[in-house]
């Protein structure tokens, strides 16, 4: 005996909006990957962006967003909970103006 398991709610929203997947087109859209610990906020922003020419990965578990991102291989992540933006690891260009910009509002 087996028993079928849902899906996570990350693997059910990228399903939904990888259009790849459903041949729509011949690559894959830039992903995102958003994180928040309200199923209400997250349930919100796929509302808005599910049809925008973008993979969307929802998770509401923080330990898991490093091991998604990477397992996706995602373009950028996002939260909408709220972070200390000082303790952020910044790990590229675009990162590094942002942690300037950050650092500037700050002073």
Not at 7 to 35: A, H, M, V, W
Not at 44 to 61: A, G, P, R
């Amino acid at each position: 005996m087996f028993r079928i398991e849902l899906p996570t709610l990350d693997q059910e929203s990228f399903t939904l909006t990888n259009r790849y997947l459903t041949g729509e087109c011949e690559t894959e859209d830039p992903k995102i990957l958003i994180f928040s610990k309200s199923a209400l906020k997250l349930d919100e922003y796929f509302q808005h962006l599910k049809n925008c020419e973008l993979i969307v990965i929802l998770t509401s578990i923080y330990d898991e967003v490093d091991e998604l991102a990477e397992s996706y291989m995602v373009d950028r992540c996002f939260t909408l909970d709220e972070v200390d933006h000082r303790t952020l690891v910044f790990v590229d260009s675009v990162d590094e103006l942002l942690k300037k910009a950050l650092e500037e509002i700050d002073e």
